[in-house]
Nanobody
């Protein structure tokens, strides 16, 4: 069965950095685009970043562009999100999700909490 397990969240001061990981199993990871999505307290889901199956094309929301970098290691079946210059407004639960052939998000991880606070 498909499993996505996020890790790497935590408490960080403003201006700090974190790297999130998403370990994938149960499907051919290298064949699918992946995404990061976040949900801030009391708010809806916000798309953060996408990466294509090979890792050569990436897209980031304007709110994180220049600060966050999505990447993947297909040999390790792992998706990453490198976050730098973190702001309090980046506080959220971060989810990785698999993008289906139809473009929807068909499998999600359980999420990892990122809190940016002094």
């Amino acid at each position: 069965q498909v499993q996505l397990v996020e890790s790497g969240g935590g408490l960080v001061q403003p201006g700090g950095s974190l790297r999130l990981s998403c370990a994938a199993s149960g499907f051919t990871f290298s064949s699918y685009a992946m995404t990061w999505i976040r949900q801030a307290p009391g708010k809806g889901l916000e798309w953060v970043s996408n990466i294509n199956s090979g890792g050569g094309s990436t897209f980031h929301a304007d709110s994180v562009k220049g600060r966050f970098t999505i990447s993947r290691d297909n040999a390790k079946n792992t998706l990453y999100l490198q976050m730098t210059s973190l702001k309090p407004e980046d506080t959220a639960v971060y989810y990785c999700a698999k993008i289906s052939d139809g473009g929807g998000y068909d499998y999600w991880g359980q999420g990892t909490q990122v809190t940016v606070s002094s």
